[in-house]
């Protein structure tokens, strides 16, 4: 892939300016970034200048490294590379290890843009799609801590989804935790030079901004806030994606009507993602999906109107006389014996089946409430829960059994409690003492994300549980308060339904079989 | 005797059943999550496919030809539903490791796409070793996916820790990594010059995608033999 | 078993979890139709249609006919028999009244019978306790989540240039390290309440 301009391009992207070759452009960019960049070492300090550094040494290497594998010419004399590593760089939190800018590095160059072929191919934003796949694999190391506010808890995007009111002058020039390049007054700086130059579209950028401030005005809550939106537009990578990442003209539509509609998408995707959603950056993942987008918005908004419609919807059956053919009597005939097959092996095997359930259940029982002898129903506690289990408003408490000794004392109790997880119903044997603290719970049924929501099956998790009573919490990160429970990390889904199985139970407990039988 | 043997070889490397025809796509990538995973799927898969193949093999003059999907439908859902109830019944340590995969086996192209390739024109016999070879394909493709998602992902190999835990990166026990492995693993097969159906078909131009090619992929057959390329002498069509 | 919006059922099937980029449901024809853009869109259609009847005839079946006769067991049979008719339906109908849309379609709408997405989604309703309503947005949900991940990839596709790939990935590997960022992309819908 060559870096020669003025041959006829007959791809989307890039669009050879008559003025600008590519290597000018790749270093009028990295000028531009050039300010935050300063401005980030100098606010961070030394973590930072090594993540720079090494994000943009790595980057390069990785092209020359592929382009000599694949038997290409060497293309790292065209500066792409380096304006990956920087943006790449200037998207991470000045703690971040140093093996991350690394892989992040690598996987952008070999992943986004080597396998499709150079510069030019990539259909992704390299250095976002690299922070996403950071963000995912290493949720914990990529998370950003404070290192100016030695005080707070989180960075001020963090802190106004809390509800906190934030320094919005610190934000601006860039004297605030976040990621390396938060300067917005120093990214502004060189993203007003690019536009200048003609090097982005102005469509993009300004509808970005434009479309994240009607969502954030309309749906944030605070109506059109001065502060409140300006906080938001100097956080949390908003101005550099508007700038930096949208307008990359690999990844944007080439019409005018299309880049208008790819940033106004990216904008109300981004405020979506930053007022409901969970995850660490809600402005990276918009951008992608918009990169992601942008192929189909390229095919329908230069050639076809919007009223391209989709064929093959049909609504009624036809009126076709009624005879049943031949090969349908022959299909039923075998769907018959198939379902008298099932039925004779079903009631065959009906009752070990359960007996095998039943005994699943009394070892995870016994397990709780291991000074119990026998368990019984409680007639009284099973009335209230009814046939089939209560069902409060996020758990269901299946059964209430009565555990006792060989001298027929109460030494405990066992409920069979269950939430939503993330794949099926979450249930487990949740013991108690008689005086209603938790002598432990054990999964009778789990089929979460293996390596992150069955993790919860594991004694780190489990072992939070027992001594507590009335009522858990759920907490990311480490527990404050006694009653408090560390939620998995990556399997949010998951903790909470044990948290509410949990309570669903205790509650029960409060409001039952408190105060004897 | 060779030909039987020809099976086996063919379901395992040349035409691998998730990483050359492409079936089977579903639950390798859903199930590939650790190595472990990829063996008890593989197998169930393998047992299922190998009775499916018999029973479709031995119908093939009866089942009516405009109907066969459904039927073939009909008969893998009893099969699979038959094998979850009895591993439920009587062999309960069992069904606590593989139960979740059964159910998914149902979904599985693989065991369609096999009977309507090769089980409905072949032997019984001989549609036993297919069902053999391509059920040990999956199984190899699978765990083999499995050890690298799981040794990346969680730093453990079969549950043996390898690499310390700080090492993981959670993104090969999700979805991308999936992609992203099996992407790698049919790379490196094309890399290393492994002559599977899908490399020559694709250096004989059509896309490589035998899970939709059916007819056409004859023709083309017949096109590249007529330009002096040694034809892949396969009995029977693709699937569909 | 608590009762989500509405809203948040079709949200959720298409976007948040994804049928092809998250559960993996309908690979198969998504890696394979995917290289076309009228197909896809065609495809996607017909899908939305199918799965969405599918969705309500497999509902009622189950809670009026399968879960009162303790017939629980026969739930997979039963749902693949209507698939099957739905799909034989759908041919015959557009045989009739379109025949280019039937041609354009070719081999890809017995296809859908196949399609793991359709029983998978039937099956998960159940599974989720859905009730009628619940259940036909659930597939329509689904369904619309399919249609946008085939025609986003086939239009990623029409911008890949096989000459321009290292050799070993043309074919299957490059379309796979696609839906691999595509999934990537689409995790950020992941925390949406």
């Not at chain 1, 992207?13 to 980030?40: E, Y």
């Not at chain 1, 950003?144 to 934000?171: C, H, L």
């Not at chain 1, 130059?197 to 479309?211: A, K, P, T, Y």
Request: aromatic share 8%.
């Amino acid at each position: 892939m060559n870096a020669a301009v003025n041959t006829v391009n007959l791809s989307s992207a890039p669009h050879a300016r008559d003025k600008w070759t590519t290597p000018f452009i790749m270093r009028m960019v990295a000028l531009s970034l050039l300010p935050a960049t300063v401005v980030g070492i100098w606010v961070y300090g030394w973590n930072a200048f090594g993540i720079v550094a090494l994000a943009i040494v790595s980057a390069v290497a990785a092209e020359w490294v592929f382009n000599k594998i694949c038997h290409k010419p060497s293309t790292i004399w065209d500066g792409s590379a380096v304006v990956t590593g920087m943006l790449l760089a200037l998207s991470l939190g000045p703690q971040t290890p140093l093996y991350c800018p690394v892989i992040g590095s690598v996987f952008a160059i070999v992943v986004c843009k080597g396998c499709f072929g150079g510069l030019g191919k990539n259909f992704i934003n390299p250095a976002l799609a690299a922070r996403c796949f950071l963000l995912i694999s290493f949720a914990n190391a990529m998370a950003i801590k404070p290192v100016i506010d030695a005080v707070a808890t989180a960075t001020p995007v963090g802190a106004m989804k809390a509800g906190e009111v934030v320094n919005v002058t610190k934000m601006f020039l860039g004297t605030a935790d976040g990621v390396i390049g938060s300067s917005i007054l120093a990214l502004l700086a060189g993203g007003l030079l690019l536009w200048c130059l003609d090097i982005i579209h102005g469509e993009i950028c300004f509808s970005v901004l434009i479309g994240f401030t009607l969502f954030m005005g309309i749906f944030g809550g605070k109506g059109f806030d001065v502060n409140y939106l300006l906080a938001h537009l100097c956080g949390g990578g908003v101005v550099m994606g508007a700038f930096f990442m949208a307008t990359d003209y690999v990844t944007s539509p080439v019409s005018k009507l299309g880049q208008f509609i790819y940033g106004c998408l990216i904008g109300v995707l981004g405020g979506l993602f930053r007022l409901k959603g969970n995850t660490a950056d809600s402005f990276s993942y918009a951008i992608i999906i918009g990169n992601v987008c942008t192929p189909l918005i390229d095919t329908y908004i230069v050639q076809k109107p919007f009223a391209y419609r989709k064929v093959g919807k049909t609504r009624k059956a036809s009126k076709e006389p009624f005879r049943i053919p031949k090969p349908v009597i022959a299909l039923t005939l075998i769907a018959a014996i198939a379902g008298v097959a099932l039925s004779g092996v079903f009631s065959v095997t009906k009752d070990k089946i359960e007996e095998q359930e039943v005994f699943k259940q009394s070892v995870a029982y016994r397990e709780v409430c291991p000074e119990a002898t026998s368990f019984s129903y409680d007639d009284k506690a099973q009335e209230i829960l009814g046939d089939e289990g209560t069902e409060t408003e996020n758990a269901t408490i299946y059964a209430c059994y009565v555990g006792k000794n060989a001298q027929n004392d109460l030494v405990g109790y066992a409920l069979s409690v269950g939430a939503k997880g993330f794949g099926g119903q979450v249930i487990m044997a949740l013991g108690l003492t008689p005086e209603g603290k938790i002598t432990g719970i054990n999964f009778t049924e789990l089929k979460e994300t293996a390596g992150l929501g069955m993790r919860a099956d594991e004694p780190e998790f489990k072992d939070q549980f027992p001594g507590k009573s009335v009522s858990v919490d759920l907490v990311k990160g480490a527990p404050q308060d006694d009653n408090d429970i560390s939620a998995i990390t990556g399997a949010t889904v998951t903790s909470t339904a044990v948290h509410n199985a949990v309570n669903a139970g205790l509650n029960f407990y409060e409001t039952v079989l408190k105060g004897g039988n | 005797m060779k030909k039987y043997i020809e099976r086996l070889w063919n379901g395992l490397l040349k035409e691998n059943p998730v990483l050359v025809l492409m079936l089977g796509m579903c639950p390798a990538l859903a199930v590939s999550t650790q190595a472990a995973n990829g063996i008890g799927m593989g197998l169930s898969t393998l047992a299922v496919l190998v009775l499916s193949n018999f029973v479709i093999s031995c119908l093939r003059k009866v089942i009516p030809d405009s109907v066969r999907l459904p039927c073939y439908i009909v008969i893998v859902a009893s099969l699979v539903t038959v094998t979850e109830l009895l591993i439920k019944a009587y062999l309960p340590s069992i069904y606590e490791a593989l139960g979740i995969y059964i159910p998914l086996i149902v979904v599985n192209c693989i065991i369609l796409g096999r009977a309507e390739a090769y089980a409905n024109k072949h032997t019984p016999l001989l549609s036993v070793m297919d069902g053999i070879g391509m059920g040990l394909g999956f199984t190899i493709a699978l765990t083999l996916a499995g050890m690298i998602r799981e040794l990346l992902g969680a730093g453990t190999v079969f549950g043996l820790r390898l690499l310390p835990e700080s090492f993981g990166m959670t993104i090969f026990i999700q979805p991308p990594g999936a992609f992203l492995v099996f992407a790698l693993i049919i790379a490196v097969m094309n890399a290393i010059g492994i002559k599977t159906r899908q490399r020559q078909l694709v250096e004989s131009g059509c896309d490589g995608n035998c899970a939709l090619c059916s007819t056409a992929c004859e023709e083309r057959k017949a096109e590249a033999a007529a330009d002096a390329k040694p034809a892949s002498e396969q009995k029977g069509g693709d699937k569909a | 078993m608590n009762n989500p919006s509405l809203i948040m059922i079709i949200v959720t099937g298409a976007l948040i979890n994804n049928v092809v980029l998250n559960q993996f449901l309908g690979i198969c024809s998504f890696l394979g139709v995917s290289k076309q853009m009228k197909a896809s869109i065609s495809l996607g259609g017909a899908v939305i249609f199918v799965i969405t009847i599918a969705s309500a005839v497999a509902s009622l079946l189950y809670d009026y006919v399968l879960k009162p006769l303790g017939m629980d067991f026969m739930k997979t049979i039963i749902f693949i028999l209507v698939i099957a008719a739905l799909v034989q339906i759908v041919e015959m109908f557009l045989k009739k009244k379109s025949p280019a849309v039937y041609k354009a379609l070719g081999i890809y709408l017995p296809l859908i019978t196949t399609n793991c997405a359709v029983l998978g989604v039937a099956l998960n309703n159940v599974q989720d306790g859905y009730n009628f309503i619940e259940s036909v947005l659930s597939g329509f949900g689904t369904a619309l989540g399919y249609t946008i991940a085939i025609v986003l990839l086939a239009g990623i596709r029409s911008r890949i240039n096989e000459k321009d790939l290292p050799a070993p990935l043309r074919g299957a590997p490059i379309v796979m390290i696609a839906a691999a960022l595509m999934s990537i992309a689409f995790m950020g819908f992941g925390g949406l309440k």
